[in-house]
């Protein structure tokens, strides 16, 4: 395989940000998805398809996507944060058009 090909195929590095240092209703989200549940919003715990290859190359059905609540939206806003079955948490608060990996604590 070319170097060009290789390069196409490696996903991109994906920055990391503590979970401190995202909004409070981002936060408020992580314990609601270690909890498992009561989530607000009936899209919560979906199926994210990652059609747009910005995470880890998965099967389909591995990530869930919820609802980060953005005050003042009348929507769900742009705010996101998607779960791997592995247990690992991404953070997008422009509705996927970026992500940020939440350190493990």
Request: aromatic fraction near 14%; glycine fraction near 12%.
């Given at each position: 395989m070319s170097g060009a090909a290789l390069a196409q195929r490696a996903p991109r590095a994906i920055p990391e940000v503590a979970a401190i240092d995202?909004?409070?209703e981002a936060r408020h989200t992580i314990g609601l998805i270690r909890k498992g549940g009561p989530f607000p919003h009936e899209r919560d715990g979906a199926a994210f398809g990652n059609?747009?290859?910005r995470l880890p190359a998965k099967?389909?059905?591995?990530?869930?996507?919820?609802?980060v609540?953005?005050?003042?939206?009348?929507?769900?806003?742009?705010?996101?944060?998607?779960?791997?079955?592995?247990?690992?948490?991404?953070?997008?608060?422009?509705h996927y058009q970026s992500f940020r990996?939440?350190?493990?604590q």
């Open positions: 995202l909004p409070a059609f747009e290859k099967e389909r059905g591995y990530y869930r996507e919820y609802t609540r953005t005050p003042g939206a009348a929507n769900r806003g742009a705010r996101r944060i998607v779960a791997g079955k592995s247990g690992e948490l991404y953070y997008t608060d422009d990996r939440i350190k493990k």
